[in-house]
Each structure stands twice: as structure tokens, then as C-alpha cells.
């Protein structure tokens, strides 16, 4: 789970607008009809790419030096980012049941203090996990 940062070859399509392949990355690609449009489709065929790769545990490979990567006239090569955390937040949101146990003079101490344990525990672990 990180930021990253793709090439990208964007080619223009004769009927309008562009095809987007990461040469990376099997089977990410995709395209849009205008540049605002191909640009935000690429960001999110690459999140959830990686997205995929990362709940796999997959190699996640390294990405190429964009100096490396050669494309014909009709192409260019730009970078895109992307941060899987923040895809997770948006389409992986709903709420899981966890049971978990305390000490009996900590729960009442918690429940005294009247702390919120679903949100303590969510600090704590996105502490943990350096998120």
C-alpha cells in the first residue's frame, strides 16, 4: 500500500482520443475521449491495478525509466500517480466486526473515560501500519 508513480504511453487514436497502455503492467491499460478525461482514466486503471496486486500479495514491479520506453509519433510518454490507501478509502469503506479482548479494569477504565474503542483501535492501527 503506497503512492506510485507509472509511465504511461498515450497515443492518439485516429477516430479521437487516446488509448493509454503501461507497459509495466499486464493488462493495464484503457483510454478516454479528451486529455482531462484519458488522464483520469489512467490514474484509476493504475490504482486498481495495483490495487489488485497488492490484496494478491503480487510482485508489484518496479516501473521503467520513462527515457527507456520508445513509442511512434502518434504517442507520447507522461507519468501517472497514484495512491492505493486512498483508493482503498473510496471503494473499500464498509465497516468489519472485529472481537477483541481487554482486561476487565481497562474496559471499565475505557468505558468510565467513555472512549469510542472502534475509533481508538482505527488510530492505533493506522499508526501502526504508518498511515
Not at 507509472?6 to 483510454?31: R, V
Not at 479528451?34 to 491495478?49: G, I, K, P, R, Y
Amino acid at each position: 500500500m503506497a503512492k506510485y508513480i507509472y509511465p504511461a504511453i498515450f497515443t492518439k487514436e485516429d477516430e479521437g482520443g487516446y488509448s493509454i497502455l503501461f507497459p509495466d503492467l499486464q493488462g493495464c491499460y484503457t483510454q478516454g475521449e479528451e486529455m482531462q478525461d484519458s488522464l483520469e482514466m489512467a490514474n484509476d486503471v493504475l490504482c486498481f491495478t495495483l490495487y489488485d496486486l497488492e490484496i494478491e500479495n503480487a510482485e508489484i514491479p518496479p516501473p521503467s525509466d520513462p527515457s527507456t520506453i520508445k513509442c511512434d509519433e502518434n504517442s507520447f510518454i507522461t507519468l501517472v500517480s497514484c495512491d492505493t490507501i486512498e483508493y482503498r478509502r473510496f471503494f473499500d469503506n464498509k465497516a468489519v466486526k472485529k472481537t477483541l479482548t481487554i482486561p476487565s479494569w481497562l474496559n471499565k477504565m475505557a468505558e468510565q473515560a467513555d472512549l469510542n474503542f472502534s475509533q481508538i483501535l482505527q488510530n492505533a492501527l493506522k499508526e501502526k501500519l504508518l498511515i
